[in-house]
Structure formats: C-alpha cells, structure tokens
C-alpha cells in the first residue's frame, strides 16, 4: 500500500494534529504525516511535532502583502513536502479562492459543529444558547465557501445538563480526536471522493464499515459521561 502523504496545518494547540500524527503511527494507516505548517509562531502544536520528528515550517501571513500570496507560500511549502492531501487542524484562517481550488478534492477540515449547523465562530456556545441537546463535530472537503464544504464523518454528543462552553468543548473534542483520523482513513483510501460538489462514498466492502462514517461518542459505559445524568435524560 502507497500511504497518502498528508500535510497538516495549524494555527494553535494541534490537539487534532496529534491525533492524525497517532493514528498514521500505524504503518497500516493509509496516510502519513509528510509534515506540519503553521501560519503561528508560537503554535503549542509546533511543539508536539518537532518533539516527533515531523518536519515544521511557519509560513507567516504579516510576511506577505495579500492573502494570496500567502497561500502561494504555503502552496510551496507543500509542494516541498510531497503532499497528496491537506488536513486543516485548527487552521485558522480563511484561504484564497485559488488555493482552495488547486487543492478541491484534497484538502479536508474540521468543524466543531454538526455543519450545516454552526458554520463559524463560538460554536459551543451558540449550540448551548440554542438549546441544542445533541451537538458535534464534522469533518469536510473544503470549498470556496467558509464551513460549507461536502461532509465525509460527523461526531454527535450529547449536551449535558449543566453543561457550560467548556465541559461541551471538551466532549466534543474527544470526539474531533475519534472522528479525524477515520476521515482521513477514508480519504486517503480514496473510498471518500469530492465529485460534483459532493461526497461520493464507494469501495465498502462491508456494511459494517458505515461506522467510519459518523461516531456516537462518548459512548456511556467507555467514556466516563455521568450514568445517572444520562439516564434521566434518556429514560
Ligand atoms: C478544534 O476544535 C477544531 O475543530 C477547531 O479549532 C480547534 C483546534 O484545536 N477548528 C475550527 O474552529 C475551524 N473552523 P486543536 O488545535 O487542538 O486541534
């Protein structure tokens, strides 16, 4: 097996990014990290991945005049590494229209929201200002529009009574660390393809695979949720 070299940009922490880099430790898993770019610095995720070994690269956007030509550096820095798919981990910037499309079909990201639910900013909290009982995390193929991109996984969890934006970012965040690496699993085995503005699913050769295609997480005897809560929720 030929594993897709995968590029991985962040902006901050790259608890996602770890994740990824875990998951390819595997040398069975489709993909492997060719390297990490950031457009931060100070990145904690830069950290993480030069402790690993991974090759780093911090492409700055006040070094370049316009939003294009940053991509256009980031855009060589890629090249530099080989890479065959992009995974936006916390990136947080908005790419260029050119970017976005050299790199249609093979750059993916992930969203802290059932998209199309919460495309932005503040998604946990606006989840809890709406009432939601059920919130997640969705892993896409990028587009020219921000957060709207074909959907490959999603993540649900349950909003927990008493739940504030950080106890519900870090249920979903377990979530995120499950749910990208099956994407990008499915990605990389071609079996999740962009075409026509959709994801097109084929290659499954076992209906037992559809679970790499959403995660119910966490699940209540394995993750620690309060039993109690839960039951008095769902009787
Ligand atoms: C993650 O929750 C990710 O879903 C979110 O930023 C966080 C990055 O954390 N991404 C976005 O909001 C992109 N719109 P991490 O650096 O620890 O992976």
């Not at 595997?26 to 402790?51: F, R, T």
């Not at 260029?96 to 919460?118: C, D, E, T, Y």
């Not at 946990?124 to 529009?145: D, K, M, N, P, S």
Request: hydrophobic share 45%; proline share 6%.
């Amino acid at each position: 097996m030929k594993r897709k070299r995968t590029a991985i940009l962040i902006s901050g922490r790259g608890s996602n990014m770890t994740a990824l880099v875990e998951a390819a430790a595997d040398p069975d898993y489709p993909a492997e990290i060719a390297g990490v770019i950031s457009d931060q610095p100070n990145a904690a995720g830069l950290g993480i991945a030069v402790a690993r070994n991974l090759p780093v690269q911090v492409v700055r956007r006040e070094d370049f005049g316009s939003r294009e030509a940053h991509d256009e550096a980031i855009d060589d820095a890629l090249s530099g590494l080989g890479a065959e798919i992009v995974a936006l981990a916390g990136y947080m910037r908005l790419l260029s229209a050119p970017m976005v499309q050299k790199w249609q079909g093979r750059m993916i990201n992930i969203h802290p929201a059932l998209l199309p639910a919460f495309k932005g900013l503040d998604t946990h909290r606006r989840a809890l200002e709406a009432g939601q009982r059920i919130h997640g995390c969705t892993v896409h193929f990028v587009t020219t529009e921000v957060d709207d991109g074909p959907i490959i996984a999603q993540a649900a969890v349950p909003v927990m009574i008493g739940d504030d934006e950080a106890t519900l970012a870090a249920r979903v965040l377990k979530a995120e660390h499950q749910l990208y690496p099956l994407a990008l699993r499915l990605v990389a085995e071609g079996k999740a393809r962009m075409e026509n503005g959709r994801t097109v699913f084929s290659g499954f050769g076992d209906e037992r695979e559809n679970a790499g295609l959403f995660i119910v997480a966490p699940r209540p005897s394995r993750d620690g949720i309060d039993l109690e809560q839960l039951a008095r929720i769902t009787p």
